[in-house]
């Protein structure tokens, strides 16, 4: 009779160690190959360099486009305002002498006027001549107003000293009772413009004596 507290255990199935080993490792390998997969450039969608270059690229022919553009306005913009000016300089050299031109108009219409006055078919000789004197003179005046309008000055070099700036000497006089280097007569009035010389007044001065030195004026200005 079999004693019940020595009866052999049960044969229960066990798993070898080599193939436990096997198992595992298998295991293993189907892990990894699936985490690879994953993983795997195929698997992710494309981010890679040459996208990211297209990306660049694209934005860089746009910004070369914008400031292509932005540089030809601002040349067409240069370029109108070059024209513009050019043009008001033309205008300028054409019309600035307008408003002096229009200011002699009333000197030619009087002097035309004074022209008319004279006439052999009536009225006296000396009342003719007369309203003539009277005519040229309002004339003059006109004429007078019109260059001082335009800071033209006739210079008055009667009684003064020579001045080379100013005067030129188209004569000597002797024993002109005046000093050495005088101007004693005034052949045709100077002028100036804003203080700068337009026309020499062309003059005769008195000479000087054997024991005289003309002291011409210097421009220490200049």
């Known amino acids: 009779m079999t004693d ?9 199935t066990a798993v070898p160690v080599q193939d436990a ?5 298998a295991t293993g390998a189907a892990a990894t190959a699936g985490s690879a997969s994953l993983c795997s450039p195929e698997s992710r969608p494309e981010s890679g ?10 934005s860089l022919e746009q910004d070369l486009a914008s400031l292509k553009d932005q540089l030809l306005r601002a040349l067409a913009e240069i370029e109108n305002s070059r024209r513009r000016a050019q043009r008001e300089r033309e205008d300028m050299a054409k019309y600035a002498i307008s408003n002096f031109a229009k200011d002699l108009l009333p ?17 006296e000789p000396a009342e ?9 003179e309002a004339t003059e005046r ?7 309008r335009v800071a033209i000055k006739k210079l008055e070099p009667l009684g003064t000293l020579f001045d080379p700036n100013f005067h030129q000497v188209m004569f000597e006089v002797e024993n002109a009772g005046r000093p050495a280097g005088s ?4 052949l045709q009035p100077g002028y100036t413009i804003h203080g700068r010389l337009l026309r020499e007044a062309m003059v005769g001065v008195a000479k000087r004596g054997a024991d005289e030195t003309v002291h011409p004026r210097i421009d220490t200005k200049a």
Do not use: M
């Open 4 to 12: 019940p507290l020595n009866k052999p255990a049960v044969n229960e």
């Open 21 to 25: 080993a096997q198992f595992a490792s």
């Open 49 to 58: 360099p040459d996208s990211r270059s297209d990306s660049r690229s694209e």
């Open 107 to 123: 000197v030619a219409d009087n002097l035309r006027r004074a022209l008319d006055t004279i006439s052999t078919d009536s009225g």
């Open 128 to 136: 003719l001549l007369k309203a003539l004197v009277i005519g040229v």
């Open 142 to 148: 006109q004429l007078v107003a019109a260059f001082e």
């Open 183 to 186: 101007v004693v007569q005034v």
